[in-house]
């Protein structure tokens, strides 16, 4: 069974502050997503990476950074977080990209900014 | 911008009865995967369906790319049916899913 873990899984965080979102995957899967999820709303993709070392931008990028450095981990950086950042979180894998093979979601980070 | 459009928004059934979602897309597609959340909880895949009907136990995902529009029917519908439904196309030449608002449903004993 696929696997995808995050942590912290809840965070409370000050305006201004920086909040680092950790992912990890024990799946073998190339590609990786972080998405947003805000109150009766679907998922926003904000960044994606299909290798270790390399990331690139989703729909909504602006005020995230991400890291990727191993195929099992992928991290998400608010380096000077925001009211408007308070969401919950979720990372993906999926072997190939998004359309072509099912994307398996990890618990999701409920992301607190106060 | 692309669309996605999910209906109905929520819907409550009695134990027993049967469930129709319907997902729209506003321009051509070339995926669909439907996916189940728990309030609170994390989506699990329900079905990847770029075409066609697939069948999975009482639920049957049936998508035509032409009309740009997918549907889940759940038969029989159990307590433990409740929760939300979210559609994802991809449109044609992206990979990238773009996710539907969802359907609430909840199922009453």
């Known amino acids: 069974e696929a696997a995808v873990t995050q942590s912290p899984r809840s965070k409370v965080a000050v305006t201004g502050g920086k909040v680092t979102l950790s992912c990890h995957q024990t799946n073998n899967h190339d590609y990786m997503y972080w998405y947003r999820q805000d109150t009766g709303h679907g998922l926003r993709l904000i960044h994606y990476?299909?290798?270790?070392?390399?990331?690139e931008k989703g729909d909504i990028p602006d005020g995230y950074k991400a890291s990727r450095p191993s195929q099992e981990n992928f991290s998400l950086i608010l380096e000077l977080a925001s009211l408007s950042q308070t969401a919950v979180y979720f990372c993906?894998?999926?072997?190939?990209?998004?359309?072509?093979?099912?994307?398996?979601f990890g618990p999701g980070t409920r992301l607190l900014v106060l | 911008g692309q669309q996605v459009q999910q209906s109905p928004t929520s819907l409550v059934l009695q134990e027993g009865e049967n469930a129709e979602l319907q997902c729209n897309f506003s321009t051509s597609l070339n995926s669909m995967q439907w996916f189940y959340q728990r309030p609170g909880g994390s989506l699990i895949s329900v079905f990847y369906n770029p075409s066609g009907t697939k069948q999975s136990g009482r639920l049957t995902s049936t998508t035509v790319i032409k009309e740009r529009r997918s549907s889940l029917h759940i038969s029989s519908s159990q307590i433990t049916d409740s929760g939300t439904y979210l559609c994802a196309p991809a449109s044609s030449g992206s990979w990238q899913l773009i996710f539907g608002s969802g359907t609430q449903l909840t199922v009453m004993p």
């Open positions: 993906a894998s999926s072997g190939t990209g998004g359309n072509q093979d099912t994307q398996y």
């Open positions: 990476s299909y290798v270790a070392d390399s990331t």
